[in-house]
């Protein structure tokens, strides 16, 4: 083939690359280096070090946790080397990002658990096939304190305090122990160890990734790229996607119940999923995104399509097919879905002790959905206070959210609202109910 020619073909391919790296990253350090980098990578044909640090400081990953791993995965489809760094060793620090508190320590068991359960979870992501997964316990923890203080040398207190964190806190009286200084200067040496070419992150992580930089020109390294992605929006469109505020979408959580959720973001939301979940290219987005908002297409249509690619990249396509009929037996057809999850009453579930004086007062007794004369006087019987029964079941993550969902009506028991955040039961009465959340998620309970 004429040089020209493979010249003219090998610079379509980087802009090509160049496109679909750029697409739902917030910010790229730097471009032009990033273009030099892929031109390079393509003539040789040695495939780009891509790096991601996982720190296994909990064990379970939401949605929010997936936009820098489908980042990482374009780069393995486009033909590059995804290197995952378990951090085991900086998780003993733990990544001050964001934080305004020094963050509670892990055992090395708790790490090594956390982390098994987030690999299987990023592997529904990921091509296991394109990707190295290391610890960073490898090279960090062979240092020796001279090696240690040689990397600290290198960085000011000065340059630590620009990160908007540690200055707030500066700022703000609050301590910041020598040791989160080190979190950075360690995840920069990772970079340092494998050479990396590009290295991502959230917004929250830029500073950390531009230590990177600096640390591998030191090593006399060329600097790796720094591509930081944008926080998601959870479920509810307004707040960062937490499992704390409940708006999030968890990888594990049943196929149904991901469409379910997908289906329930606003439209105004609805394309920032797709540019950050999905592997679509920025054209095939911007044409179903022209459908939607020039040709006046009813946007549940495109929500439907994300909701099953969703589904599909975490599952399959059949599941995927399946969820849709689930969503559409519930809400087009208003039916209870057959296979309903049970839960079986236990002892956690009970409280005792609620007196009752006398019949008058049995009567008034909102918070009681009986009226028996077993009751009265009694210290022995034991009731299900319908606030602590939503958290044991899994249908709210705390008694504040199970009393929020009550409040707001979001609670039925058999198809009857329950706007009593103190409702009570007594156990025969709660049996073989059915507890819907919502409109998506039903609870029957069982007594054994």
Same mark, same amino acid.
């Not at 620009?162 to 806190?169: C, H, P, T, V």
């Not at 019949?359 to 004369?373: G, I």
């Given at each position: ?17 160049? /496109? ?73 620090? @733990?990544? $001050? ?32 096939? +394109? ?10 923890? $062979? ?47 990772? %970079? ?13 992580? +830029? ?5 990177? +930089? ?7 390294? +060329? ?22 505020? @409940? ?16 289906? %329930? ?7 920032? *999923? *797709? ?8 054209? /095939? ?10 040709? @006046? ?15 599909? *990249? ?54 009681? %959905? ?12 034991? *009731? ?9 079941? @899994?249908?709210?993550? %705390? ?27 007594? $156990? ?21």
């Amino acid at each position: 083939m004429d040089n020209d020619i493979k010249k003219i073909i090998d610079l379509k391919e980087v802009e090509r690359q160049f /496109e679909i790296i750029c697409q739902g990253a917030e910010d790229i350090l730097v471009k032009e280096e990033l273009k030099t980098k892929l031109q390079d990578s393509i003539l040789t044909g040695k495939p780009l070090k891509v790096k991601l640090g996982l720190d296994p400081t909990a064990p379970d990953i939401h949605l929010g946790h997936t936009v820098v791993l489908n980042k990482l995965r374009q780069f393995q489809d486009l033909g590059h080397l995804a290197i995952l760094i378990i951090g085991d060793y900086t998780a003993r620090i @733990g990544d $001050p990002s964001g934080r305004s508190t020094l963050r509670p320590k892990l055992s090395p068991e708790v790490i090594d658990k956390n982390a098994k359960t987030y690999m299987k979870q990023a592997f529904k992501i990921l091509n296991p096939e +394109r990707v190295k997964v290391v610890k960073n316990s490898k090279w960090l923890k $062979p240092l020796k304190l001279e090696d240690i203080l040689n990397l600290t040398s290198l960085f000011t207190v000065a340059r630590m305090l620009e990160r908007d964190d540690f200055k707030k806190r500066f700022e703000n009286n609050i301590p910041i122990a020598i040791m989160e200084f080190l979190y950075p200067i360690m995840q920069a040496y990772d %970079s340092v160890a494998i050479e990396a070419d590009i290295e991502l992150g959230g917004t929250d992580q +830029r500073f950390n990734l531009l230590v990177g +930089r600096e640390l591998q020109k030191e090593f006399g390294q +060329r600097p790796q790229i720094a591509i930081t992605m944008p926080i998601l929006v959870g479920i509810d469109g307004v707040n960062k996607m937490s499992k704390s505020l @409940g708006n999030y979408i968890g990888v594990t959580e049943k196929p149904e119940e991901i469409f379910g959720k997908v289906m %329930s973001i606003p439209d105004s939301i609805m394309f920032d *999923y *797709y540019r950050l979940l999905t592997r679509l290219t920025k054209q /095939e987005i911007e044409k179903i995104e022209k459908k939607v908002k020039i040709d @006046g297409e009813n946007p549940v249509y495109a929500k439907r399509k994300l909701a099953k690619l969703i589904v599909q *990249y975490l599952y399959d396509s059949n599941l995927a097919d399946l969820a849709e009929k689930h969503f559409d037996k519930i809400f087009k057809d208003k039916q209870v879905p057959d296979d309903i999850e049970e839960y079986v009453l236990t002892t956690k579930d009970f409280t005792e002790n609620i007196i009752i004086n006398d019949e008058n007062e049995l009567k008034t007794n909102k918070n009681l %959905s009986f009226s028996n004369d077993k009751i009265l006087n009694n210290k022995n019987l034991k *009731y299900v206070k319908l606030t602590q029964l939503l958290v044991n079941s @899994g249908l709210a993550s %705390s008694n504040s959210e199970a009393k929020r969902l009550i409040e707001m009506g979001a609670i039925k028991v058999d198809e009857q609202k329950v706007l009593d955040p103190n409702k009570y039961y007594l $156990p025969e009465q709660i049996q073989n109910k059915i507890i819907k959340k919502g409109k998506r998620f039903f609870k029957k309970i069982i007594l054994k």
